[in-house]
T-cell receptor, first 115, second 115 residues
Framework: DAGVIQSPRHEVTEMGQEVTLRCKPISGHNSLFWYRQTMMRGLELLIY????????DSGMPEDRFSAKMPNASFSTLKIQPSEPRDSAVYFCASSFGGTPDNEQFFGPGTRLTVL | AQTVTQSQPEMSVQEAETVTLSCTYD???????LFWYKQPPSRQMILVIRQEAYKQQNATENRFSVNFQKAAKSFSLKISDSQLGDTAMYFC????????????FGSGTKLNVKP
């Protein structure tokens, strides 16, 4: 299996621009997670989906952030408009949820820089 | 509140020696799972080892083992015969029976293995 795939690996944009991060989970996994990692705040869960349905979005920082999962093999995290404080590494992870020992498999991350 | 504390931001160890990374957690749940994840410079998060709270026996995976002290809510990671490839950030995490999809991560410990 190719593992969790994220694109792009690096994104540099200017403040005010829209940014879309993409994720393809591992085939057969039914839970998908978006995390943000910064030096200041560490690894934060933004939102997660179960069977394509958003379950908990309490970690989404504000309305500028939105996430979708139109099908079991694709998810997007959108920031509109982007701000310099959104600069971070964004990870997508997937798991076969619902089991107590479910391991989360992480993608390689997208490093976002907002100028 | 569910929290994870890693009190050692950075540690160093000589190659071939043993090092222990500490982690304490807090949860009111009785059924939970504990994890150690490794994040090398490549940024890829990799599961190192996991422990089921109801099991008294400490988990072991090759050179990696844990010291799980349930009463003290402590979950330390011991790396024996350290190798240069062990250089990475190490994150302690747990999930609970209230929601096995939701992971709580610590702030991480940066481990440097010196030749």
């Amino acid at each position: 299996d190719a593992g969790v795939i994220q694109s792009p690996r690096h994104e540099v944009t200017e403040m005010g621009q829209e940014v879309t991060l993409r994720c393809k989970p591992i085939s057969g996994h039914n839970s998908l997670f978006w995390y943000r990692q910064t030096m200041m705040r560490g690894l934060e869960l933004l939102i997660y989906f179960n069977n394509n349905v958003p379950i908990d979005d309490s970690g989404m920082p504000e309305d500028r952030f939105s996430a979708k999962m139109p099908n079991a093999s694709f998810s997007t995290l959108k920031i509109q408009p982007s701000e310099p404080r959104d600069s971070a590494v964004y990870f997508c992870a997937s798991s076969f949820g619902g089991t107590p020992d479910n391991e989360q498999f992480f993608g390689p991350g997208t490093r976002l820089t907002v100028l | 509140a569910q929290t994870v504390t890693q009190s050692q931001p950075e540690m160093s160890v000589q190659e071939a020696e043993t090092v222990t990374l500490s982690c304490t957690y807090d949860t009111s749940e009785s059924n939970y799972y504990l994890f150690w994840y490794k994040q090398p410079p490549s940024r890829q998060m990799i599961l190192v080892i996991r422990q089921e709270a109801y099991k008294q026996q400490n988990a072991t995976e090759n050179r990696f083992s844990v010291n799980f002290q349930k009463a003290a809510k402590s979950f330390s990671l011991k790396i024996s015969d350290s190798q240069l490839g062990d250089t990475a950030m190490y994150f302690c995490a747990f999930t609970t029976s209230a929601n096995f999809n939701k992971f709580y991560f610590g702030s991480g410990t940066k481990l440097n293995v010196k030749p």
